[in-house]
């Protein structure tokens, strides 16, 4: 999480916790956006293994985050 401390500094206005909610939003936010284009173009062939390989990242920084309260 290299970017973390980065996105604290650009925050420092904001509480601990507010910035860790908001770097963790911004990120998962973004991966959504990725699968779901990936979805658009690869139609079809989007499958189980994808939306599986979704859902092992968000809860891994979801337990990630969690860590860090």
């Known amino acids: 999480m290299g970017f973390l ?3 604290q500094s650009n ?4 509480t601990k916790n507010d910035a860790l909610t908001g770097f963790f939003d911004l990120a998962k936010d ?8 990936a979805k658009n173009i690869l139609g079809a ?3 189980e293994k994808a939306e599986s390989t979704y859902d092992i990242v968000t809860k ?3 337990d990630k985050k969690a860590g860090l309260d």
Do not use: C, P, S, V
Not at 11 to 14: I, R
């Open 5 to 7: 401390g980065a996105f």
């Open 11 to 14: 925050h420092a206005d904001q």
């Open 30 to 37: 973004a991966i959504a956006k990725g699968f779901d284009q």
């Open 45 to 47: 062939l989007y499958g």
């Open 60 to 62: 891994a920084l979801d």
